[in-house]
Nanobody, 123 residues
Framework: QVQLVESGGGLVQPGGSLRLSCAAS????????MNWYRQAPGNQRELVAT???????NYVDSVKGRFTISRDNAKNTVYLQMNSLKPEDTAVYYC?????????????????WGQGTQVTVSS
């Protein structure tokens, strides 16, 4: 099993910054994509940013130029630096990881989710 533990959420004023972290631990052979999603009340969960093991990153249009995803593969950790925050960024942010498991003659991939961390942007 794999656990994803997020940290770094909180209350910030518009224009402020926050840095989210997500550390994966457990039975991990390797991790392909690590992603950040968010879900605001009454809305569907939205993919915010993606980081592949090859170094490719992608962002939803609404955060381009303001958010930066990065990862430390040695620590199985992904970060989301959020700058110039807006009230519409308020949501619960979830970490997601596509993990490769290799065992006794068995190889499979499985998706894991963190518990979520609240980000509130308000004056």
């Amino acid at each position: 099993q794999v656990q994803l533990v997020e940290s770094g959420g909180g209350l910030v004023q518009p224009g402020g910054s926050l840095r989210l972290s997500c550390a994966a631990s457990g039975s991990i052979f390797s991790i392909n994509a690590m992603n950040w999603y968010r879900q605001a009340p009454g809305n569907q969960r939205e993919l915010v940013a993606t980081s592949t093991s090859g170094g490719t990153t992608n962002y939803v249009d609404s955060v381009k130029g303001r958010f930066t995803i990065s990862r430390d593969n040695a620590k199985n950790t992904v970060y989301l630096q959020m700058n110039s925050l807006k009230p519409e960024d308020t949501a619960v942010y979830y970490c997601n990881a596509d993990v490769l498991h290799v065992g006794l003659g068995v190889t499979f991939r499985k998706d894991y989710w963190g518990q979520g961390t609240q980000v509130t942007v308000s004056s």
